[in-house]
């Protein structure tokens, strides 16, 4: 599940992005991820919680509730563990996170994940 983040952050790079983030669902999954890339690559990673203030770093791996209120240049929506359903809290969640790129939204799920752009028009998004 690596590869495509990785690819994700080589076009941060090709278009001089400063800031990226890969936001996840919770804390809980944003850990996992953090631990993944670590031992994948060799990028300054900064998991960031609500008790820390964020640092640039090639990538700052958040949870949703703690991206209320910044901005990047690119984001990388992950979601592999908990689906983001129609629920008022996980509307609120998404569209956080969602709102947070000021140049580039990719999004990185297992299927079923999004159950709401399932009900989007293909033609609003790019499934690779």
């Known amino acids: 599940m690596t590869g495509p983040i990785l690819q994700e952050l080589d076009i941060a790079r090709e278009h001089h992005r400063r800031t990226v983030a ?47 209120g910044l901005e990047f240049d690119q984001v990388i929506l992950v979601n592999l563990e908990e689906p983001y359903t129609e629920d008022e809290l996980d509307l609120k969640l998404l569209y956080v996170a969602m709102t947070r790129p000021l140049h580039r939204l990719a999004l990185f799920a297992r299927e079923g994940m999004f159950p709401l752009l399932e009900k989007l028009d293909d033609r609003c998004y790019q499934r690779i």
């Open 22 to 68: 890969a936001i996840g669902r919770s804390q809980a999954e944003c850990e996992r991820l953090h631990d993944l890339l670590r031992k994948e690559t060799d990028l300054s990673l900064q998991l960031l919680t609500e008790e820390e203030t964020f640092q640039e770093s090639n990538l700052v791996i958040l949870p949703s509730h703690v991206a209320k």
